[in-house]
């Protein structure tokens, strides 16, 4: 067996161009595959946890039907108390609560319609990049009942500023045919790079909010933020068994499907390029070998004459292509570490073509991205390369098994 | 020498086949892959371009930073008459826009409102694509609503909707409208937020008698007469208003797309770099098994120059062949996207205030085609050009006695 395997080795540097420009073939797609789908990797994970940090939460407690229809009256009861369940529970996690409704914001100059956020100042201090950007004033304090927080572009529409009297007008959770009106002052102006924040929202303490919703200490949601995938893990089983009433505690991976599915999809459509990517090489492979095998057709007709068995010859060729791709595999994945480095130290800016932050299902990333190294992916994609060539061998294999000595050796 | 080359690259048949229909599987994918993308951005160009910014827009100069209700173009018929008239523009139309207070008998919510000439608004946007129930305004009183914000109101067609809001003047503007059609314009916020009605109800609502926010202009000739159509508008309405073309009002746009067209070099440029690896091994053995052959040919007095030629030229052949199989199946493949469209399954996705339809249509450009078919021709006879330069090194002596 042995010797097998360095008569393929010698076999194939007999033609060391033609296999070094193979080599370099495969290696490349390789290296290509894998830089992408670590670049991939890199924006998913970011998407995810802007998602959860945003959106959901690890474990997020909101109404049974929130999910699918996130109406106003859709809300947890005694959000308070469950909080501080949640924070007993979980001693070292971020535990927040949200509300969302919606209003019209008026000003001596303008009138702009806005959602209107209740948060938990303490925690989103963390949590939001809207407290983690404030340019001018202060973030807001915990139990501020009439405090508000705007984005820039919001502040100049509206010609206000910090200490500012707004007027929110809203509907009236008691007769949603009537309208409401709840007076906050500006604590401070933030810039998030998130237009829908910027432009479109308005902050207060989850206080200040509730008397928009109907319901006794009400709150959309109450979510708890981990800070490693093993507190996770526990943090969801714990929570999965709490008594919430008719509330429905999700995981982030049920809290968010669509980002979900977009990954997923995503996933999918990349493979298919890779799989095109592999066909191409793979083409260039199947030449390759065939020319080495036709080339030999007369040392294979002295080999068998000699008592070599057909088997043992197309075995021979398929060991060349199996060190043909072992070989790419090492090359490539080396290539594909080195590709993907600037992409995870640097990183790739999109902020000309994306602006400060961009917005896929409602979720705000930076458009700067970066790779993050998925060694299990990259190992993945290097076994396929192998494999591929050694099926890539397997016609030119196949074509020395139908041999017959005597012709060959007089094959010219 | 033509004929030489063509009887060259079929003395080994097989060979050349699985070249060829590496070269033309790449085409046949890139010309779909293009094809897509540039739907995608199409559906983006037509939300965010098309429906929203136009070409060229005229508007009031602290506008676009304030959204005050109060920086209205005065005049505004007067100014219309006269843009009508360039000779650059296909097409131009009115807004206004404002915010109140919705609300169905059961519940209310924010508005964002939308003043629009009927007529003139149904050049700029398929009525059809648009609405998704009901039909388009027509009468005073008339109004549509997003879908989202139907849904939220429960307001079905035909029911009556209430809008409160401050009026330019101070006081309360108030109406009922009947709400007609529901919208499903493509534009998120839109789509959750916003309500259509006709220029002259919200001019009414708002106190803003002939004036508007914007007019908005789309060039002769698509997006390659926006810059003419721009020079034009802003001599027609003078210093005193802020004329920009859609590049200038939505840099970000502008990037994306641009982004878009370099993503799509990019892959070609992969994919052919990949399948030239495989011409260039062709070409190479090619040139070895024929060792004694181009001796041979050069002690005749063939000179390395022809000898150059006559590889250049097999490998372009060879691209040729795989141009048309590959033009001609990814031209299938681009007919069956471009009528039928891809269900990705992402549901209604939304990127950046866009939501793309469930089922995205791809778009045909000649150019698609001529970029890969070209693309593929230069790789491939440039992976040709180390071989041939090998080929006419040779020495006819030595290598006639090569073997």
Redesign the interface.
């Known amino acids: 067996m042995f010797s097998l395997i360095s008569m393929a080795g010698r076999n194939l540097l007999r033609n060391a ?2 296999t070094g ?2 080599v ?2 495969i290696s ?2 390789l290296a ?1 595959c894998q830089t992408v789908y670590n670049l991939n990797l890199g924006n998913y994970n970011s998407m995810l946890d802007s998602g959860i940090r945003g959106a959901s939460g690890h474990v997020v407690i909101q109404h049974a039907q929130w999910l699918d229809d996130p ?1 106003i009256e859709h809300v947890v009861n005694d959000s308070t108390a469950i909080r501080d369940q949640l924070k007993a529970d979980n001693p070292d996690a971020l535990v927040t609560r949200r509300v969302l409704a ?3 914001v ?1 000003s001596p ?6 959602a209107v956020m209740g948060v938990d100042p303490e925690p989103e201090a963390e949590l939001s990049r809207a407290a983690r950007n404030v340019v001018d004033g202060e973030w807001l304090k915990p139990d501020d009942k009439r405090g508000l927080m705007l984005g820039d572009t919001l502040a ?2 509206l ?1 206000v500023g910090v200490k500012s009297r707004i007027v929110v ?3 009236n959770p008691e007769d ?4 409401t009106s709840l007076l906050f002052r500006v604590r401070g102006i933030f810039h998030s790079g998130v ?2 924040l910027d432009n ?1 929202s308005v902050m207060v303490s989850v206080k200040g909010a509730q008397p928009l919703l109907i319901g006794t200490d009400p709150a959309h949601q109450i979510a708890v933020i981990y800070d490693t995938d093993a507190q996770t893990q526990q943090g969801v089983a714990k929570a999965k068994t709490m008594d919430v009433g008719e509330a429905a505690v999700l995981s982030w991976k049920e809290a968010l499907p ?1 980002l979900q ?2 990954i997923e ?1 995503d996933t999918r ?1 990349n493979e298919i ?1 890779f799989m ?2 592999g ?3 793979v ?2 492979v ?3 070998m ?2 080495s095998v036709l080339e030999r057709v007369r040392e294979f007709g002295v080999m068998m004459a000699l008592g070599m068995r057909p088997k043992t010859l197309a075995g021979l060729v398929l060991l060349e292509g199996g060190l043909l791709g072992l070989a790419s595999a090492l090359v490539g994945t080396a290539l594909g570490a080195l590709f993907t480095y600037p992409l995870a130290t640097t990183g790739l800016d ?1 902020s ?4 400060e932050t ?5 979720v705000a990333m930076d458009s700067l991205m970066f790779a993050q190294y998925a060694p299990d992916r990259m190992a993945i994609y290097a076994s396929a390369a192998i494999a591929m060539t050694v099926l890539a061998s397997a016609w030119p294999a196949f074509r020395v098994t139908r041999m017959r000595p005597i012709q060959a050796i007089q094959h010219q | 020498m033509l004929a030489l080359a063509w009887r060259n690259i079929w003395r080994q048949t ?2 050349s086949l ?2 060829v ?2 070269m033309a ?2 085409a046949a ?1 890139c010309m779909p ?1 293009m094809a897509f993308m540039d739907g995608m951005f199409a559906t983006m160009f037509d939300v965010a371009v098309t429906q929203q910014i136009g070409h060229v827009r005229v508007e009031h100069p602290s506008y676009s ?6 920086d209205t173009l005065p005049n505004a018929s007067e100014t219309l008459k006269q843009l009508e008239t360039l000779p650059e523009t296909s097409a131009v139309t009115w807004r206004v826009h ?4 919705l ?10 409102i939308a003043g629009i000439d009927p007529v003139r608004e149904s050049t700029f946007t398929s009525v059809d694509a648009m609405l998704e129930s009901g039909r388009w305004l027509s009468k005073p009183n008339d109004i549509m609503l997003g879908h989202g914000l139907a849904e ?1 109101l429960n307001a079905d067609l035909g029911s009556e909707v209430v809008i ?3 009026a330019s003047d101070g006081s309360i503007g108030a109406g009922t409208y009947t709400v007609t059609g529901v919208v499903r314009s493509g534009n998120a ?1 839109r789509d959750k ?1 916003g309500v259509w009605m006709s220029l002259s109800d919200v001019q009414e609502l708002l106190f803003l008698e002939d004036q508007v926010h914007e007019l908005v202009l789309l060039a002769n000739g698509g997006r390659s007469g926006v810059d003419a159509l721009r020079t034009s508008v802003d001599q027609t309405v003078g210093d005193d208003w802020r004329v920009r073309s859609w590049y200038e009002a939505n840099p ?1 746009m502008a ?2 797309l ?2 878009g067209q370099q993503q799509s070099s990019f ?1 070609l440029v ?2 052919f ?3 030239g ?2 011409v ?3 070409m ?2 090619s040139v070895f098994e024929r060792t004694r052959e181009l001796g041979v040919m050069m002690a005749l007095g063939t000179r390395p120059r022809q000898v150059v030629k006559l590889i250049l030229l097999e490998g372009f052949l060879l691209s040729v062949l795989g141009a048309m199989a590959g033009a001609a199946m990814g031209g299938a493949l681009d007919y069956y996207l471009c009528t039928h469209g891809l269900n ?4 209604d ?5 866009v939501v793309f339809p469930n089922r995205l249509k791809g778009v045909f450009h000649p150019s698609q085609a001529i970029s890969v078919v070209v693309s593929m021709m230069v790789i491939s006879v440039l992976a040709a050009v180390w071989p041939a330069w090998r080929a006419s090194r040779l020495e006819p002596v030595a290598a006639m006695r090569a073997d």
Do not use: C, H, W
Request: overall charge negative.
């Open positions: 161009r033609r420009i193979t370099l073939g490349l797609g290509l109406e919606g209003g019209l008026t100059t303008n009138a702009v319609t806005v100049k529409r010609g007008m809203a509907p949603p045919s009537e309208s237009e829908v479109f669509d599915a977009f999809v459509t390029f095109v990517l066909f191409i090489v083409l260039g199947i030449n390759t065939l020319m999109f000309e073509a994306m602006g961009m917005m896929v299902d409602g | 097989r060979r699985i070249t229909s590496a599987f790449g994918i892959m930073e304030t959204n005050s209700m109060f404002g915010a109140g207070l609300g169905s008998d059961q519940k209310s919510t924010g508005a964002m939220e409160m809001t401050q916020m937020q970000t990037e994306m641009k982004l892959m992969i994919i770099f990949l399948a690896f495989g260039l091994n062709t190479l053995m990705l399954g992402y549901g996705f939304e990127m950046n205030g």
